[in-house]
């Protein structure tokens, strides 16, 4: 069975840092487009970040460029998400999610766009 599961996420006060993980399992992520999105409660899904895991590729949103990161680990079937210098605004429910037909770019982050896998969710509560 293909599932990603999260982990990682916490309480935090506003400038520390935290690092998610999302661990595929049942499948290789090698040739999949796979990224994370959040929702804080009341407001819209928002794409945070993609990495294309084949050749490393990412995108980020104007909203974190510069604090957040995204990374593969390939030997454990694994991307990461580090965030740095945390904000109240960062708080939310954190997904990642995966597909293998849909590389990292641009409207990979969209809310509205189709992907095939969806972890549960890891929750980062950040606060001032």
């Known amino acids: 069975q293909s599932q990603l599961v999260e982990s990682g996420g916490g309480l935090a006060q506003a400038g520390e840092s935290l690092g998610l993980s999302c661990a595929a399992s049942?499948?290789?992520?090698?040739?999949?487009?796979i990224g994370w999105f959040r929702q804080a409660p009341g407001k819209e899904r928002e794409g945070v970040s993609c990495?294309?895991?084949?050749?490393?590729?990412?995108t980020y949103a104007d909203s974190v460029k510069g604090r957040f990161t995204i990374s593969r680990d390939s030997a454990k079937n694994t991307v990461h998400l580090q965030i740095r210098n945390l904000q109240p605004e960062d708080t939310g429910h954190y997904y990642c999610a995966a597909d293998p037909d849909y590389p990292c770019g641009g409207s990979w982050l969209q809310p509205s766009t189709y992907l095939q896998l969806w972890g549960r969710g890891t929750q980062v509560t950040v606060s001032s």
């Open positions: 990495i294309s895991f084949s050749d490393g590729r990412t």
């Open positions: 049942g499948f290789t992520l090698e040739h999949y487009g």
